[in-house]
C-alpha cells in the first residue's frame, strides 16, 4: 500500500460517526412506465348513419323507370295535342319532381356527409400520430431518468447499530476478519473522540492494522506485551490483599471444568488472602507462591530467601488455621502449581507500573498476551481479564471508552456477564469478540442490552445455533411442479335413410274485362266501358315419390398438455446455516432488537469500500 493510498484510505476510514461496516443496497430496478403498454391505438371513428339516406336514394332511383316512363307518355300525348307548352313544363316538372328532388339533392347531401365524415377521420388520425409522439416522448424521458437514477444510486450505506446496546458480541470469523472489524469500527470511534482499550487474548495482533491507521492520524499508541513487559507492568499491584485474593481466586476457579465448585472458590480466597495479608512486602507472584509453601510446611528458609524473618512467623502462625487435610494440601498444590507460571523475568514489584494505569491513557491502548506454553498463557490471560474487571468495578464514568476483548471464549459465561454487568453500570461500552459460539456462550446471544454480530461460522453447530437465533420467518417456496400430457382419439360412423312421398292439387281461376278511352274534339278523354269479358277455370293434381340413403365417417385427433407450479407457505430460517458458513471473510450479519422490531441486516466490515464510487455517507433510513 503506498503512501498516498494510506492516507486517502485513513481519511476516508476517520469519520466522526460510529461505523461498523456497510450494507449493500441494490437500487431499485428500473421501472416501466405508468403508461407502458398503453400507447394510443387507432380506432376507426364511427361512421354517419346513412342508410336511410341511401335507402331513400335506392328506393328513388328504383321508381324512376316508372316515373319517367310515365312522363315521357304524358309528355307524348301533350305533343301530340300540340300542347308544346304544358308538355315541356310537365317534363320539367317531372324531371325535377322525379329526379332531382328524390335523388340529385340526396346524392348532395350523401356526398357532403361522407366529405365531412373524411375530414373528421383526417383530423383524428392527425391527432392520434401527436399522441403516439408525445406518448413515445413520456416513455424516453421516464427510461432516461430510471437509468440517471440507476446509475447515480448509491450502494454501499453506512451500517450502524440503532439500538445503542451497551454490549456486542461478536462470534465467529478469522484474524482477518477481526482486524478489518476493528479498524473500520475503531477510526470511526477515535474520530469521535473516544479512547479505545483492547484486551487481545488471541494471539494474532488483529489491533495492528487499527494501530497502524491511527498512528498515521497522529493518535497516541500504548501497547503492553504480557508476559515480555512483566518486568514494567505488575498485575497486582495497587491492590488490597483481600483484592488481590479474590482476583487471583476467581482466575484460578474458572480453569477448572464447568461446575459449581464455590466451596473450592472460598477455600482458595481464604488461602491468598491469609497469605497476602502477612505479607510485609511487594506482593509479587513468587512472595505469593512462597507463602503457600509456608501453609503447605513444604517452604524450605535456608535455600530460598524469598520471604523475610517476619514474614515467615506470620506464616506460620496461620499454618494451623487450615489444618492438613487432603482437601487443604490439594487445593495448596493447585494454587502453587497455577501461580507459578506467573513467575517471569523480574518479579521484584520493585518500579512497576500498574496496569489500571491504562485507564487514564488516551488513543488507543492495547493488551496483548502472548506465550509458548499454553497452560501459561491461558492463565496469564484469566489473571489480565480479572484485572480488567476489577478495575472497571473502580471505574466512576467510562463513557468516553469503549473496551474490547478479543479472544474470550475462554473466559466463561459467568465472568463475562460479570463484565457486562459492570461495563453497563459505569456506561463503558464492552465489545467481546469470540472465534466460537459453543457451550454457554449461547445464553449470551440475545440478552439484556445487547446486540450480535455474526462472522463466519465454519462450524455446523455453531452455524445452526446462530441460524436459531436469528430466528424464522414465513415465505412462499414451490413445492410441486406437474406436467399432464393426453391424446383423445374419437372414430364416428353414420347411416342416414330417407323417404318422402308428396301429392299436390292446384286450382286456377281468371276472369277479364275492358275498358276504353276516346278523344272528343276538344281533345277531352271520354272513357266507355265495354260489355266484352272472359273466364278460365283449370285444375291440375300432382303426386311424387322419393328415397334415399347416406352413410358418413369421422375421425378426430385431440393433444392436451397441462403445466401448474404449487406454492406452499415455510416457516424456514431467515438466514440459513449452511450461508453463515460460507459468509465472506469481511461479511457478518448483525441482529439488534429495536423497540418496534428485529432488525437483521447483512454488512461488510472491509474498510476498502471506503475507496469505491457510490458510497453513501450516512446510514440508510
Known amino acids: 500500500m503506498t503512501g498516498s493510498t494510506s492516507v486517502t484510505l485513513a481519511e476516508r476510514l476517520f469519520v466522526p460517526q460510529e461505523r461498523w461496516g456497510w450494507e449493500y443496497v441494490p437500487p431499485a430496478p428500473i421501472t416501466p412506465h405508468p403508461e407502458e403498454g398503453d400507447m394510443p391505438e387507432w380506432r376507426e371513428p364511427r361512421e354517419p348513419d346513412v342508410s336511410v339516406l341511401r335507402e331513400g336514394i335506392a328506393d328513388s332511383a328504383g321508381r324512376l323507370f316508372r316515373r319517367l316512363l310515365v312522363t315521357f307518355v304524358l309528355f307524348v300525348v301533350l305533343k301530340y295535342a300540340s300542347a308544346d307548352e304544358l308538355a315541356a313544363f310537365v317534363l320539367v316538372g317531372a324531371v325535377v319532381a322525379f329526379v332531382v328532388v328524390p335523388i340529385v339533392l340526396p346524392l348532395v347531401r350523401l356526398g357532403f356527409i361522407l ?12 391527432r392520434l400520430l401527436k399522441a403516439q409522439q408525445d406518448w413515445e416522448n413520456r416513455r424516453k424521458a421516464h427510461e432516461r431518468a430510471e437509468w440517471a437514477r440507476l446509475e447515480a444510486a448509491q450502494l454501499w450505506h453506512p451500517l450502524r447499530l440503532r439500538s445503542g446496546p451497551s454490549r456486542v458480541d461478536v462470534f465467529g470469523g478469522t484474524a482477518e476478519s477481526w482486524s478489518n472489524l476493528l479498524a473500520t469500527l475503531g477510526c470511526s470511534l477515535a474520530q469521535a473522540g473516544t479512547k479505545l482499550t483492547v484486551a487481545d487474548f488471541s494471539e494474532q495482533y488483529v489491533t495492528s492494522a487499527l494501530a497502524g491507521l491511527m498512528f498515521d492520524r497522529g493518535h497516541r499508541i500504548t501497547q503492553i506485551e504480557l508476559p515480555t513487559h ?23 476457579h474458572t480453569l477448572r471444568e464447568q461446575g459449581d465448585h464455590v466451596d473450592l472458590r472460598a477455600l482458595d480466597a481464604d488461602l491468598l488472602e491469609t497469605v497476602l495479608s502477612r505479607l510485609t512486602g511487594v506482593p509479587t507472584f513468587s512472595r505469593v507462591v512462597a507463602g503457600l509453601e509456608v501453609v503447605r510446611r513444604n517452604y524450605d528458609s535456608v535455600t530460598d530467601r524469598t520471604l523475610d524473618a517476619e514474614e515467615l512467623t506470620l506464616l506460620s502462625s496461620a499454618v494451623d488455621n487450615f489444618g492438613q487435610g487432603e482437601r487443604v494440601q490439594q487445593e495448596l498444590q493447585f494454587l502453587i502449581s497455577s501461580l507459578r507460571k506467573m513467575i517471569q523475568g523480574n518479579d521484584s514489584g520493585n518500579g512497576k507500573a500498574s496496569l489500571s494505569e491504562m485507564w487514564d491513557l488516551g488513543g488507543l491502548t492495547v493488551v496483548n498476551t502472548t506465550h509458548d506454553e499454553s497452560r501459561r498463557k491461558d492463565f496469564l490471560d484469566r489473571v489480565v481479564f480479572h484485572r480488567l474487571l476489577h ?4 471505574l466512576r464514568d467510562g463513557g468516553d471508552r469503549v473496551l474490547f476483548v478479543v479472544g474470550a471464549d475462554a473466559m466463561g459465561l459467568k465472568a463475562l456477564e460479570m463484565l457486562a454487568k459492570q461495563c453497563r453500570r459505569v456506561g ?42 436469528i430466528g424464522k420467518g414465513y415465505k412462499f417456496v414451490l413445492s410441486q411442479t406437474t406436467t399432464q400430457a393426453s391424446t383423445t382419439l374419437t372414430k364416428g360412423t353414420a347411416n342416414t335413410t330417407s323417404a318422402s312421398v308428396g301429392e299436390s292439387n292446384t286450382d286456377t281461376r281468371s276472369k277479364t274485362r275492358g275498358t ?11 272513357s266507355s266501358r265495354g260489355g266484352s269479358g272472359s273466364t278460365t277455370t283449370g285444375t291440375s293434381f300432382t303426386e311424387s315419390l322419393s328415397s334415399g340413403w347416406s352413410e358418413s365417417v369421422n375421425q378426430s385427433t385431440g393433444d392436451t398438455i397441462t403445466k401448474g407450479d404449487a406454492e406452499s407457505r415455510v416457516h424456514e430460517y431467515v438466514v440459513e446455516p449452511t450461508t453463515l458458513q460460507s459468509l465472506a471473510l469481511m461479511a457478518f450479519v448483525l441482529v439488534e432488537s429495536l423497540p418496534s422490531e428485529r432488525r437483521v441486516v447483512i454488512g461488510d466490515c472491509n474498510p476498502g469500500i471506503t475507496s469505491l464510487d457510490r458510497v453513501a455517507q450516512f446510514p440508510r433510513s
Not at 115 to 126: P, W
Not at 391 to 394: I, K, T
Not at 519 to 526: G, N, R, S, V
Open 115 to 126: 366529405s365531412r365524415a373524411r375530414a373528421a377521420r383526417q383530423t383524428h388520425y392527425n
Open 230 to 252: 512483566v518486568d514494567r507492568y505488575d498485575l497486582l499491584a495497587g491492590l488490597a490483599p483481600d483484592e488481590a485474593a479474590e482476583l487471583l481466586a476467581q482466575a484460578v
Open 391 to 394: 478495575d472497571v468495578r473502580g
Open 428 to 469: 463503558l461500552r464492552l465489545i467481546l469478540m469470540m472465534e466460537r459460539l459453543r457451550g454457554d456462550l449461547k445464553e449470551l446471544l440475545g440478552s439484556s442490552d445487547s446486540a450480535a454480530i455474526l462472522m463466519r461460522l465454519g462450524n455446523a453447530q455453531d452455524a445452526a445455533a446462530a441460524a436459531e437465533f
Open 516 to 526: 276504353s278511352w276516346n278523344q272528343d274534339a276538344a281533345h277531352f278523354f271520354i
